[in-house]
């Protein structure tokens, strides 16, 4: 199947379960984001930062899912990347980071 995605995705059903919360199950994986069905509770709206698996997200993109006799709101979220650490400390990019050691 021919697919305009830049990243290749993996399709979840909703029965098979992978739920990361009470509110949202997931639809589909990639490497950068997610796209989950909302099953209780209210819609986040684009541009929204939500908290899901203990991990930041924003909305991209809002849609609808049938599933047999029900219609479930769907979201698009891209995944907010962590800081990155450098042996457990946070380093600003604008600071180079190096390891030196005396010559003998």
Do not use: N
């Amino acid at each position: 199947m021919l697919s305009s995605r830049s990243h290749q995705r993996r399709r979840v059903y909703l029965t098979e379960g992978i739920e990361l919360s009470d509110r949202f199950a997931v639809l589909d994986l990639s490497r950068d984001g997610l796209g989950v069905a909302v099953v209780d509770g209210p819609v986040p709206s684009v541009g929204e930062t939500i908290e899901i698996g203990g991990t930041a997200a924003v909305v991209r993109h809002t849609g609808r899912l049938r599933s047999g006799d029900r219609i479930h709101p769907r979201l698009g979220l891209s995944l907010v990347a962590a800081q990155e650490r450098c042996a457990g400390f946070i380093v600003p990019g604008d600071m180079p980071v190096f390891a030196s050691a005396p010559s003998p």
